[in-house]
């Protein structure tokens, strides 16, 4: 597996607007057939912080991903939101692939 963390700061003004956009993409991404898992998480003391958690079959999936109409509607949709660049971090899942991704 292949997993982005990516950490998004999102202007007050913006938090509805991020958050609709950010659960279409993520429904759509879900259909993706290389994408094991995608949550938006909604940081609790601070809800103009999110952290999409995106996990693909592969770094290829993940690179496919970015190719799709519904990423490319979710990147001009959130771009004017944001309060700073969003910043991806990536990860290899060292565990055996057994769970329930």
Do not use: C
Not at 36 to 52: C, G, I, N
Not at 68 to 89: C, I, K, S
Request: aromatic share 10%.
């Amino acid at each position: 597996m292949y997993v982005a963390l990516v950490h998004v700061h999102v202007v007050p003004e913006g938090l509805e607007q991020f958050a609709d956009a950010s659960r279409k993409n993520a429904e759509n991404s879900r259909l993706e057939p290389g994408v094991a898992r995608f949550d938006v998480l909604q940081q609790q003391d601070d809800p103009t912080r999110f952290v999409l958690v995106e996990v693909y079959r592969s770094p290829d999936a993940a690179a496919a991903h970015k190719h799709t109409a519904h990423y490319a509607e979710w990147r001009d949709a959130v771009a004017p939101l944001m309060a700073e660049p969003r910043r991806g971090v990536f990860y290899d899942a060292i565990t055996p692939d057994d769970h329930s991704w």
